[in-house]
């Protein structure tokens, strides 16, 4: 090699390293990758911007976006890398040309002295004529000029339904507060087409950050970050970095075959380790619950020190469910700690005195518990069935296993999960995921130089802080690498719309209420399809379980809810009105009212979850009111049809034989009532009433 091409390299890789210290193994893993790379060219005036970078100061009277000036452009043959800069900001971002997409590596720093807030925008440019944005699964928006197109959620800090004990008259504990800038986008992906030609943009679900995906025409795919910097996070002093993907798809099926290429990117994070695929069931002894068999139970959710009966023998729940099929999942709920108090009005200084709190907790939350915006606990007063008094106080906790001393992952590791693992348990089972404490914000400074991922802010406040989250992700992170060492699972209950946890999970659901449409509406259960690709999703009924539709004949509450589910793929079950109490599975008589329909529709879920769905079906019904799911392929292939209108129908629906791979004719049965469908010329003709479901099956 010349010196020429000497330098070349070694100021290529210096580019990268702008600091060693800045690239932790969480975060850019593309170092080796470009250090392999044979160097062709290298242009430090290239003036041709595939990419340009812009940032907003929080907290800084200018209240507009700045631009930062393209500096240097390195090129290879496999790899862009582009510096950008000004006296505040350095952003440097790699572009790594994959086979079909673009693997876009980015991180920031902060020149300035002490700490930053600041909303981090990359804009890939676009154009052409005829734009359109994909909303969700179904919709298509023509986009005008002028006009930003997004799907977000509000993201804030969980106001304390019953109260907060660190909030008084001169100041309050930060509840309300936006996270970043209050928005955070509904999915991990965008996508959109242009002069019909699919352009998407997706973020790394292994890297939790506020982020918003979004494009305007004429613009661009845009990604906004709402980072914090401070000289404080040791692993990447003054910094903070990001990962995306751009791709293209096939704009005929939408986002969903976006979501098909956006699988493939990260298939890591959708990887699929369930064998076992069934029902839910929640604390009860299995055995204690007469002809079990029936339910389809796959996942007991309990504790290492809770007890089953086997042949009059009292015996460990884990043990006894060894030989039945039914994998046990170790309780656990390490965001916060919980403890009883005998009365609602407690001041905070009680409160947190040695004499409330006791000394097993104490140690630990020395070092553990987050603080709010004041410098005080994150402190909220629940409502809790599950404690004799009826009441608790919920101190939130930062669960990072990196923070040195006594802390709150040793205590649960130590305490919960380390027993159930000595018993062979089959996984860990986090509990309330997105809860309370999911969005609070850790102003606690000293927190600061363990966290793994880039801090943020709130605009309210406009301080760095740890986006709790973030802690609750390396536990979830360092635990389930723990167990698929061990080849065990991981399970989560509480799934909102955060896409996040679901790269660790194996599975994962969440508890309904049977009126609240928003549990398990459309734009709920799309997200949870999606998000979990072909992982198996698991529902429990609370509240509305005792409503007339479960109780009295013919339980038509059963094959409402059911048939639902069944549409997705999705396993429905029951626990408590509260969550706690005159639970589902010990009551005789609603267990047996639900066996007829666990029987019949629970074998079906099984069948056509464990053949996989798939995000594009290749198949399309002449009714809007029709839903068309399909799971499997060519030599094992199944549609789930739900008519969500209010009517009954008579559908046809068309199958694209060739993208199916279906060589010859087919026939096709309904699997719920075991009859023949009507097939000709490759169309399947249908009756379907309203708000149900029909499962059919090609052969």
């Not at 507009?64 to 290879?76: A, H, P, S």
């Not at 075959?257 to 380790?273: D, G, N, V």
Request: net charge negative; hydrophobic share 35%; charged share 25%.
């Amino acid at each position: 090699m010349s010196k020429k091409h000497f330098l070349i390299v070694k100021i290529l890789i210096l580019g990268f390293m702008l600091s060693n210290n800045a690239l932790n193994a969480k975060s850019l893993k593309h170092l080796d990758d470009v250090k392999k790379l044979s160097l062709k060219k290298s242009h430090e005036d290239f003036t041709e911007e595939s990419i340009r970078v812009e940032y907003l100061e929080v907290g800084k009277d200018n209240s507009k976006y700045i631009r930062l000036t393209q500096q240097k452009v390195f090129m290879t043959e496999q790899s862009k890398i582009t510096n950008f800069s000004n006296e505040s900001y350095r952003v440097v971002i790699s572009e790594i040309f994959r086979d079909d997409y673009t693997e876009v590596n980015g991180e920031l720093e902060y020149l300035g002295e002490g700490s930053s807030c600041v909303t981090l925008r990359i804009i890939f440019p676009l154009s052409g004529e005829k734009w359109i944005w994909y909303r969700g699964f179904q919709d298509a928006e023509v986009m005008n000029k002028d006009s930003v197109y997004l799907d977000v959620k509000d993201i804030s800090t969980i106001l304390p339904p019953d109260g907060a004990f660190n909030i008084n008259k001169s100041s309050n504990g930060g509840y309300g507060d936006p996270v970043g800038q209050g928005l955070m986008s509904f999915y991990p992906l965008a996508a959109i087409s242009i002069n019909n030609k699919g352009e998407g943009l997706g973020v790394d679900m292994a890297l939790p950050l506020i982020y918003r995906l979004s494009a305007e025409k004429n613009k661009g795919l845009i990604a906004e970050f709402d980072f914090a910097t401070s000289p404080l996070t040791d692993k990447f002093t003054n910094r903070a970095f990001f990962k995306l993907s751009r791709f293209n798809f096939k704009p005929d099926w939408g986002l969903r075959a976006a979501l098909k290429t956006y699988y493939a990117i990260y298939s890591e994070s959708f990887k699929k380790r369930v064998v076992n695929e069934g029902v839910w069931l929640p604390f009860t002894p299995l055995r204690s619950i007469k002809n079990w068999e029936d339910f389809g139970f796959s996942y007991h959710e309990l504790s290492w020190s809770s007890f089953d009966e086997k042949d009059g023998e009292k015996i460990p729940s884990i043990t006894s469910d060894k030989d039945t099929g039914v994998l046990s999942f170790q309780y656990t709920e390490p965001w916060d700690v919980q403890l009883p108090i005998l009365t609602k009005e407690i001041d905070y200084d009680t409160l947190v005195s040695n004499t409330l709190i006791p000394k097993e907790h104490k140690n630990y939350l020395d070092n553990s518990a987050t603080f709010d915006k004041n410098g005080l606990l994150q402190t909220r007063r629940l409502e809790t069935p599950w404690f004799n008094s009826g009441w608790a106080v919920s101190i939130t906790t930062n669960c990072d296993p990196d923070l040195e001393g006594v802390n709150r992952y040793q205590y649960v590791k130590q305490t919960e999960i380390t027993p159930a693992i000595k018993m062979n348990v089959d996984g860990v089972y986090f509990d309330s995921m997105e809860w309370n404490w999911h969005h609070d914000l850790n102003y606690r400074k000293e927190h600061f130089k363990y966290t793994d991922y880039p801090l943020s802010f709130s605009k309210n406040v406009k301080r760095p802080a740890i986006w709790n989250f973030t802690s609750e992700f390396e536990l979830m992170k360092k635990i389930a690498e723990e167990m698929h060492s061990q080849g065990k699972l991981v399970m989560g209950n509480g799934h909102g719309w955060n896409p996040f946890a679901a790269s660790n999970l194996d599975l994962f659901g969440a508890e309904l209420s049977w009126y609240s449409t928003g549990d398990h509406g459309t734009e709920a259960l799309d997200f949870k399809r999606a998000i979990s690709f072909q992982k198996p999703i698991v529902f429990l009924l609370n509240e509305g379980l005792n409503d007339k539709a479960f109780t009295d004949f013919p339980f038509k509450g059963y094959e409402i809810y059911f048939e639902k589910l069944l549409a997705y793929g999705f396993f429905p079950s029951f626990f408590s009105t509260d969550a706690s109490s005159d639970p589902y599975w010990m009551d005789d008589k609603k267990v047996e009212n639900g066996r007829p329909f666990f029987k019949k529709y629970i074998p079906i879920i099984k069948q056509i979850s464990g053949a996989g769905w798939e995000p594009v079906t290749h198949a399309v019904s002449n009714l809007e009111s029709i839903r068309i799911e399909r799971f499997g392929t060519a030599n094992n292939l199944y549609f789930t049809i739900r008519n969500n209108g209010n009517i009954d129908e008579k559908c046809s629906i068309i199958l694209n034989q060739s993208e199916l791979e279906i060589v010859d004719g087919f026939s096709a049965l309904e699997l719920i009532n075991n009859q023949e469908i009507t097939v000709k010329n490759n169309v399947l003709f249908i009756d379907i009433p309203a708000n149900r479901t029909q499962v059919i099956k090609i052969d």
